[in-house]
């Protein structure tokens, strides 16, 4: 329980006074309730704590997977929880332990960073506590505490052993400060999943530290859950992400995209929110960064290493091996080194099912970004490695494929780097007796793009709308089942070793897709 003593030093602080974000300010004082959100209430400071300089936070504690092993190991997972204040120092600490006890204390690190108004001397300083030697499926509580007055108590679980069912949500395109943002963390939050796989643009325009204080944390660590609010998401469960187009800002004189320091000193904010595996390779072609040494160098620092590893990661859950990819026009997928290294993560697990995430959908059928088709010359090694299914976004609509097996005919336009012309023709193996119903095993990878998770959408005219749904340059092949643009909506999966669910929820919580695969 939280101390509410007001005679002693351990009093909640009010958020009035901590919390400043657009949007408004409301309060701090948090309590767990059994759904897993936090009760916002007013409580009083104590004249000891109101004695002191209090910095405002940019973003309240939320979960990372942190660099933890890709494997599940017992008593060997790690976490981190993150948050963010402004330059006032304070004094913090993270106490956690299994159920109500916070016996263990976290190592914590803190790096500054310039803001978007670097010039009238704006800073965040972004707090990172790594718990380490935690137990599998297990419930921790914990505990953050500034200048010895606790903040607030939350809990987490930890990742999930083989055997164990699970659920998960996808979606992406998502944050830029609209009502859909909301309803789609909302429903994200309803179907109380054990993390968040998103398909990248977690914040637009782009991808600046400005905007995930704007658009990302106030509405995926809202308060309370609701359809015009959001959701306590993040404060709970770990939110997986993969590097996308909208991460990277700007552009150079060539016309090429690159995260331009000196037009934004917070730019490629991807790699100083978030706290991802490490456990990819060092890339060859990754984005590109321009600036002052100082910015340049202050990004480094406070990237801390995860710059540009964390372009590509993988990482267990459960049953599942997900291998997460940066598919920006800049990455040339013919790469040997890329191909080696997603060829050894594949072969490398016994994961019943294996997912692939990347931004820019090697198969899609919408009018936006048809032609990027780079990804593609990749698809026979996920095949041959046995790949269940591919998550993309980048078109903001909903698209699923049928099952189906690609042999790539020319590809040497997917090595035209930042290219817009990217096309791979090949020949389509489409398995058209798979329903998700009747028919359940499928012969081949089933591409969903999930991208309509709340920026404004595109297509209208292909909704539900088949004679929209193919491309000459393809032959033709009707290789989409479903595309959906007339509403924002996220992906649900269920899975246990041996059957998986996909649900395709709207912004309003109604079925719009549903299907089941099974592996027997």
Known sequence: MIDRDPHKNTSLLTRRRLLQAAGGVTFLAFSLTEGGAYAATAQDTTEATEAKAIPLFTALPYIQSGPSSVKLVEGQESLVIAWQTNGVPATFALEYGIASRTESQAILTKKSRKGDKAAEGDQRTNHAATLTGLKLNTRYQYRVRMNDATLLEGYF??????????????????????ISDRAIAYQAYRARPDFVMNTGDNVYEGGLDNEYARYFFPVYNADTAGQRTGAPLLRSVPFYSVIANHDVHAQ????????????AADSLAYYTNLYL?????????????????????????????????????????????????DANV????????????????????????????????AFNVGQSHYREQHMRVLSPLFEKHGVDVCLHGHEHTYQRTRPFKFVPGDITKASNV????????GTFT??????????????????????AGGK?????????????????????????????????????????????????????????????????
């Open 277 to 325: 595996p490490l456990n990819g390779l060092d890339p060859t072609h990754k984005t590109s960064i321009i600036g002052a040494a100082d910015r340049l160098d202050e990004f480094n620092d406070c990237a801390a290493g995860r710059f540009p590893r964390m372009a590509n990661y993988s990482f267990d859950y459960a049953d599942a091996h997900f291998l997460c990819l």
């Open 418 to 425: 930042n290219g817009k012309n990217r096309l791979v023709p």
């Open 157 to 178: 679980t930890t990742r999930k052993p083989r055997g164990v069912k699970t659920r998960f949500v996808a979606f992406g395109d998502n944050s830029y400060g609209e």
């Open 330 to 361: 800049y990455v040339d997928p013919n790469d040997a080194a890329l191909q080696a290294w997603i060829e050894a993560d594949l072969k490398g697990t016994d994961a019943p099912w294996k997912f692939v995430v990347y931004h820019h959908p």
């Open 430 to 451: 489409i398995d058209r007796k798979f329903d998700g119903h009747i028919a359940t095993k499928p012969d081949g990878i089933i591409y969903i793009v999930t991208g």
């Open 252 to 263: 150079d004189q060539m016309k090429r995209p690159v995260a331009d320091f000196d037009k």
């Open 456 to 520: 404004h959408l595109y297509d209208a005219e292909s909704n539900n709308n088949p004679a929209q749904w193919q491309h000459p340059e393809d032959d033709n092949a009707d290789y989409v089942v479903r595309f959906i643009s007339d509403r924002h909506s996220l992906t649900v999966f269920d899975m246990d070793k041996s059957a998986l669910t996909m649900t395709q929820i709207d912004e309003w919580g109604n079925t719009v897709d549903r299907i089941r695969i099974t592996k027997a």
